[in-house]
């Protein structure tokens, strides 16, 4: 997992001029269609990718992106009306039936579909308009690593593109280099999460992905409850949660919701609520390092490396094997 976690770079830099000329021909396709809904499927760590995805191109485009349940065309085999829409596939095997059967299902609508895979010879891949490979290699961990940054980079270019935004483009381009700035977890920030029977990890905007990935990386990897909440919504109930010394991991870029997400943070600190934030701004509790790229939307995700360490460790402490997580394997297929 770690190996492969130091791998994430060299996928993105490989990935970014392998899409250059898909993304081109994109945005002519968007420029005709003028799409004004874009629409995504995808699964666990894929899912949370697409979370990134849906902000950037709503904060950057102004263009609403909903999420699909796969189930409405594989399961309840409904019909979708998504005339001059865009529909993304995020899957690392493109594998998944239900996938599958999703995007076919909006490409019967009307859809134009980009599937974002690390497979391009898939049933996802072959059912695609465009198709964008995310070039990380085999992903032998059954926890993906360098496959969730890599299809999280692929989609903020694809961000990038529909929202004719260069600074986005340009940070990415300065996003291998970040992502090899991962640091080493505090052991006595370990003992923490080891010892804790719940934890809440924390996010708004862009970072909330990263938020949903870590919370489920810790259910995935160290058998931890752990649940994701912007930091808007934490405050809607499940603060009623926090208590003296609860555990709350966040991911908190020094963008536009900084002071308000500060704000909530030390809402939570007053709570009782023990602090891990990745951010380059000063925080209540434990700030821990935010490499920059410049751009703020996608800071929180050159943090991830750090991150994957932490819960490796986490795992570890734990008496667990982050290479061999309990019920789970690589490929996972749902109906």
Do not use: W
């Not at 809402?267 to 934030?277: E, F, H, I, S, Y």
């Not at 990745?278 to 821990?288: E, I």
């Amino acid at each position: 997992m770690l190996a492969e976690t130091a791998e994430a770079g060299a996928a993105v830099a490989a990935m970014l001029p392998h899409a250059k000329g898909v993304l081109d021909t994109l945005a002519g396709r968007l420029a005709e269609r003028q799409p004004q809904v874009i629409t995504t499927a995808a699964r666990g760590s894929s899912d949370q990718a697409a979370s990134v995805f849906k902000y950037l191109v709503e904060l950057g485009a102004g263009i609403p992106v909903a999420s699909i349940g796969p189930s409405i065309a594989s399961v309840y085999d409904r019909p979708l009306r998504l005339a001059g829409a865009l529909h993304i596939t995020v899957s690392q095997s493109g594998q998944s039936p239900d996938l599958v059967a999703l995007q076919a299902a909006a490409k019967a609508g009307g859809a134009l579909t980009l599937a974002v895979v690390n497979t391009a010879d898939s049933p996802v891949a072959a059912g695609a308009d465009f198709v964008i490979d995310i070039c990380a290699g085999p992903e032998r961990s059954v926890a993906a690593t360098k496959t969730f940054i890599a299809s999280a980079a692929a989609l903020a270019a694809v961000a990038a593109t529909v929202a004719a935004d260069r600074a986005l483009a340009d940070a990415l381009a300065r996003l291998p280099d970040a992502l090899a700035g991962a640091s080493d977890p505090d052991p006595a920030l370990v003992a923490k999460l080891a010892a804790a029977p719940s934890l809440f990890c924390v996010g708004r905007g862009p970072a909330l992905g990263l938020a949903g990935e870590a919370a489920l990386k810790f259910k995935e990897l160290a058998a931890l409850h752990a649940e994701a909440f912007s930091l808007a919504e934490v405050m809607h109930g499940p603060l009623g949660l926090i208590g003296p010394g609860f555990p709350v991991l966040g991911f908190v870029p020094a963008d536009g919701a900084l002071a308000l997400n500060t704000k909530a943070l030390q809402r939570l600190a007053d709570a009782g609520a023990d602090l891990a934030t990745f951010s380059p701004a000063p925080l209540p509790g434990r700030t821990m390092a935010m490499p920059a790229t410049g751009a703020p939307a996608i800071d929180a995700l050159a943090a991830m490396p750090s991150f994957y360490r932490l819960v490796h460790a986490v795992s570890l402490a734990r008496g667990l094997s982050p290479e061999t997580p309990r019920h789970l394997a690589k490929v996972t297929h749902t109906a």
